[in-house]
């Protein structure tokens, strides 16, 4: 079973966000498919299915569990089904399957690698809350209601994965989940996870629930920010939304978001290079 570890959200390798990109010739075992993630180390692993009418099935894993939607997963894939399967296009028009969901993403090959970008789709504002409503989430993220920007509402937000969108103003570097029950209190107000971001430089944060993994540059939170931002008036669809993360555990990452101001589809793009390939020979 053939595999590729590329960085996503990145123009280097050994920068951006790691991922694994398996190739499973037939269907697997979702106990090994968690196995396979957990050996490989990576924030999240994709597998990648057999071609079915010119659309590639995927299903991906954190080391703790599958997920429906993921951003950077879908973009490396991307960029690796361009290379092993068109390798002589400068461009190619990708399908990815996830959960029945049809994903559009577009590859573009560059001297360092690949520049991705993927439709969104339009997305789903889920609910505002209240000072009332989000203390209890302040308090499990070491923050205090004084480290919210004032100016901008706490949602919940998704294009696939609901995050709830948290602006700290002054505040980004002290933020570390404290509660083992921090997904419960998400799970109220339907969120996911939580993306932390700073709204006058746009850097964001994000973490497993247990507060033990930071993400390095979380596509599927990102989408999310982009519409919210052109939905409040802090920027212009048809715009470019730089997002940065990563820069806290040393993997500095760039996030392009646009919304379109016609369909109001939400769209992120990153570089895509490749560090390494190679088979999986010990299976279950």
């Known amino acids: 079973m053939r595999y590729y570890h590329v960085d996503v959200f990145a123009y280097e390798p050994m920068t951006g966000n790691g991922l694994t990109v398996v190739f499973p010739d037939e ?12 050996e490989f180390k990576q924030f999240e692993t994709i597998f990648v299915f057999p071609e079915l009418s010119g659309v590639y099935p995927v299903r991906i894993f954190t080391v703790e569990e ?13 960029a690796v089904i361009h290379s092993v399967y068109t390798e002589r296009d400068m461009t190619a028009d990708i399908l ?6 049809i994903i559009m993403l577009k590859s573009v090959k560059t001297e360092a690698g690949f520049t991705v970008t993927m ?4 997305a789903d504002f889920i609910c505002s809350l209240n000072s009332d409503d989000y203390l209890e989430i302040l308090q499990a993220s070491n923050l205090k209601p004084e480290d919210l920007h004032p100016d901008y509402p706490v949602e919940v937000v998704s294009t696939g994965l609901p995050y709830m969108l948290l602006p700290v103003i002054n505040a980004i570097d002290k933020i570390r989940i404290c509660r083992p029950d921090f997904e ?3 799970a109220v ?20 629930n247990l507060g033990v993994v930071e993400d390095v540059a979380t596509g599927s939170a990102a989408g999310p920010l982009c519409a919210y931002l052109v939905k409040h008036g802090f920027d212009s669809a048809d715009e470019d939304i730089e997002i940065r993360q990563g820069r806290f555990i040393g993997r500095a990452s760039s996030i392009t978001g646009e919304v379109n101001g016609q369909t109001n589809d939400v769209s992120i793009s990153g ?3 490749f560090f390494s390939e190679g088979e999986i020979s010990v299976l279950e």
Do not use: S
């Open 27 to 38: 269907q697997l075992d979702p106990a090994l498919m968690l196995k396979i993630t957990r």
């Open 96 to 101: 990815l399957d996830t959960d029945g969901r």
């Open 271 to 273: 570089g895509v290079t």
């Open 119 to 122: 439709n969104q789709g339009q």
């Open 184 to 186: 419960v209190l998400l």
């Open 189 to 208: 107000f339907g969120a996911k996870f939580a993306y932390f971001f700073d709204p006058e430089t746009l850097e964001c944060r994000t973490w497993d």
């Open 66 to 78: 599958e997920l429906e939607f993921a951003g950077h997963p879908m973009l490396g894939a991307a």
